[in-house]
């Protein structure tokens, strides 16, 4: 059962990764695109970057507690 929660945490940490990079992305450009969907699109990422760090924090305190 450990195992599955450890491959969980580790896909939930690689999607955050590429979440933080997209965002970084999508900030660049805004410099230049000031469009309402550049907007949109950046808080779409940033919404689901917020979702998934929750999701990590609440994986590690159960895993932390089933210990």
């Known amino acids: 059962m450990v195992k599955n929660k450890d491959k ?3 896909k939930l940490i ?3 990764e590429y979440l ?3 965002v970084e992305e999508v900030e660049k450009d805004r410099g230049w695109d000031r469009s309402w969907d550049a907007k949109a699109i ?3 990422l940033k919404k689901q970057k917020l979702a998934i760090k929750e999701a990590i924090n609440k994986a590690v305190n ?3 507690n089933s210990k």
């Open 20 to 22: 933080d990079r997209k």
């Open 42 to 44: 950046l808080l779409r």
């Open 62 to 64: 159960s895993f932390t």
């Open 8 to 10: 969980k945490l580790k």
């Open 14 to 16: 690689k999607e955050k």
